[in-house]
């Protein structure tokens, strides 16, 4: 990124720098010769034209620089995980006519594998070094952390240390409490979101930085598509990885991802779920309160009233009236 430079240099000047989405400057008619770009760029900023990206402080992105470069250093697994065969299976497999430049490779993997370990184990200390620059954001009389809604043993690549008590720490809230969502998850949100959501005005303009609302695209007038725009953005990527994971879940939330997926097909039942885990996340970091199952079935009781009462009217205008069918035990 050229700009990263730049940007921090401005920046520490004392200078508000604004960080524009090429995007956002393509739709302003004007002149786009790259010789007087910087010109008709500076002039629509002076008439309010431009608006900024959103870009977290500095101690987030010392974070997410760490993270990002973390992701980078883990390695595929040593086996697929379709294998269902065990490793003692997989050992045998192995035996074979091995020459001299076979085990010279495979022994170079190897103390590749083990020094990209010792990497991502430093990376970690240092990692939870920079997490004691967030305050806590817990009152003195708040309780412990529950137990793990949905617990697991560690896996392979995860932090060396507990990041569920660290997130629980800097957002106030158990973020992981939501099904799908693990720690992995929610240091994605701390890296490229930041603590301070105030930024967003509501949770649809969350939903909109995170590309999960349709995105109008028209020329003439016409509306050519309105399917949500493809984008790098690490928090799409992450909350429609972890809406996938809701496949098999009992819960709510499992029961909307199928719904969806029945309805609008299988990659828009995805967007779909991933957005409304966005709003939950949205609203429990925002409003400090724990995710609450029991809210989403007073809303499904709530609209299924609303449902009953329509075809009730319905059934009225036609000269029909509806009765419930008896309960047998």
Known sequence: MYWIPLF?????????????????????????????????????????????????????????????????????????????ASAEVVMKS???????????????????????????????????????????????????????????????????????????????????????????????????VGTDWSKFPNLHAFASWACFCPHNKKSGGKLLSAKTRRSANRVNRALRLAAQTLERSNSYLGIFYRKMCARLGRPAGITATAHKLARIIFHMVTTGRAYDESIFAAEEQLQRKHLESNLRRKAAKLGYQLTPLLQTA
């Open 8 to 84: 921090q240099i401005l920046e520490q000047a004392g200078l508000e720098v604004c960080l524009v989405n090429a995007q956002h400057v393509k739709h302003v008619p004007g002149r786009k010769r790259d010789v007087i770009d910087c010109q008709w760029l500076q002039y629509l900023h002076s008439v309010g034209l431009l608006r900024a990206s959103f870009r977290p402080e500095d101690r987030v992105c010392i974070i997410r620089s760490l993270l990002r470069h973390r992701d980078s250093l883990v390695l595929a697994q040593l086996r697929h995980p379709q294998v269902q």
């Open 94 to 192: 192995l035996v074979g006519d091995y020459g001299r430049e076979h085990l010279f490779t495979l022994g170079q993997s190897l103390e590749a594998y083990r020094y990209y370990q010792d990497l991502i184990t430093r990376c970690d200390q240092e990692i939870e070094e920079q997490l004691q620059n967030f305050d806590r954001q817990l009152p003195p009389d708040a309780p412990d952390l529950p137990p793990e809604a949905y617990p697991h043993s560690r896996r392979k690549n995860e932090f060396h240390f507990d990041m569920r008590s660290e997130l629980y720490r800097i957002f106030g809230v158990d973020l992981t409490a939501i099904p799908s969502i693990n720690a992995l998850t929610g240091y994605t949100l701390l890296a490229e």
